[in-house]
């Protein structure tokens, strides 16, 4: 089985999904796939006869020329790659994007999501068990090394991994920060400002207005080994996204040792279990955040009990090689469902 992936072209950019990308390729065993970037805009991209192809979700936006591919390979195994949904956002769910998206899953054989979470929320807009697996992130090795020793040292350093774009919450989270002036906190955000240049622009002033300019650090984006020293060096891990897939910078946290304070959307209570790795709180809950903050902040017991947890819990986690393995199995399963239907549906 030779898979082809077909990914935007975006794809080099350091975001969770092409992350994830480029990891389970490199994982599939004996190399048994290659990746296609698309504009979706542009002709159809060159493929094998009758291709075994996984799309990216980002390519959803692109209806018409996805159907226009469907069609010019009718005996292709078509299968979601589905990083990010509207229709499976609470967010998004009533938006055109999200209807859009809806028209267009009866185009594809069967989907992979990367958490428990979307393939029941995918199994919600009708699609059959057998045709939704869910292969979560890997962990890369280096994170099951030992985790440094946390003492009370002030400031407590808060770590947000988000590249800088609207449905992270940033923006939200500095009124949060606001409301804790009075603790003792350094805030580190590390994310990619290109993506959305425009939203960045209106985050460092407002950063600025709030007075909190010469407690927060943005980095910029970082590579793995620059990325696992921030973690190291961080107290408590935040991520104020109303929504989230899976995040893959919450289970790196998590494996660090980091206790970790989000909202309790999508993917992010699998994340947990039933371990107390942190608080997540609800998204309707007004200074909810705050409310978890404060005794993390002023609890560095506190801290380290949630943090123990958290790496307890991140021992459950696949690494990439299992995470590949995975895929390969769930693609395989996937094709024979197909078969299994075909003949079904033969005269």
């Known amino acids: 089985m030779h898979v082809t992936l077909l990914v935007p072209t975006i794809h080099d950019r350091p975001t969770g999904g092409n992350i994830y990308n480029r990891r389970i390729i490199t994982e599939f065993p004996d190399e048994a796939a290659t990746v296609i970037e698309w504009s979706g805009r542009a002709s159809s991209p060159s493929l094998p006869d009758d291709p075994v192809l996984l799309v990216d979700s ?6 018409a020329s996805l159907r226009s591919l469907r069609d010019a390979h009718p005996c292709a195994s078509f299968i979601l790659l589905a990083h990010y949904l509207h229709c499976i956002d609470p967010n998004e769910q009533s938006t055109d994007a999200a209807e859009r998206e809806r ?9 992979v999501t990367t958490s428990p979470f979307a393939r029941q929320a995918l199994l919600k807009e009708d699609l059959p068990e057998a045709q939704v697996h869910a292969v979560p992130p890997g962990l890369d090795e280096t994170y099951r090394r030992p985790i440094p020793e946390r003492g009370p040292i002030l400031p407590v350093q808060l770590l947000t991994v988000a590249n800088l774009l609207p449905g992270k919450g940033l923006l939200d989270f500095i009124d949060v920060l606001e409301t804790l002036d ?6 580190t955000l590390v ?8 939203f960045a622009d209106t985050l460092r002033p407002r950063i600025r ?6 407690r927060v650090t943005i980095t910029g984006p970082l590579p793995p080994s620059e990325l696992r020293v921030r973690y190291d060096h961080a107290d408590v891990f935040v991520l104020p996204s109303r929504f989230e897939t899976c995040s893959m910078a919450t289970r790196e946290a998590m494996a660090r040792g980091l206790p970790v304070v989000g909202y309790a959307v999508g993917g992010m ?7 107390r790795a942190g608080r997540l709180v609800s998204p309707d809950h ?8 404060r005794p993390l902040l002023a609890n560095p017991a506190m801290r380290v009990r949630m ?3 958290a790496r307890t819990r991140s021992q459950s986690f696949p690494t990439w090689a299992e995470a590949g393995t995975r895929m390969h199995s769930a693609v395989q399963a996937l094709l024979a469902s197909q078969e299994e239907t075909d003949e079904k549906d033969r005269p």
């Open 58 to 63: 980002l390519l959803l936006c692109h209806d």
């Open 209 to 214: 207005d709030a007075g909190i300019a010469d």
């Open 269 to 275: 209570p699998d994340n947990f279990g039933d371990v």
């Open 286 to 293: 007004p200074g909810g955040l705050a409310e978890a903050l």
């Open 103 to 111: 028209a267009l899953l009866p185009l594809f054989d069967g989907a």
């Open 182 to 187: 009075s603790a003792a906190w350094h805030w």
């Open 307 to 309: 943090g123990q947890a």
């Open 191 to 198: 994310g990619d400002d290109t993506l959305d240049p425009d």
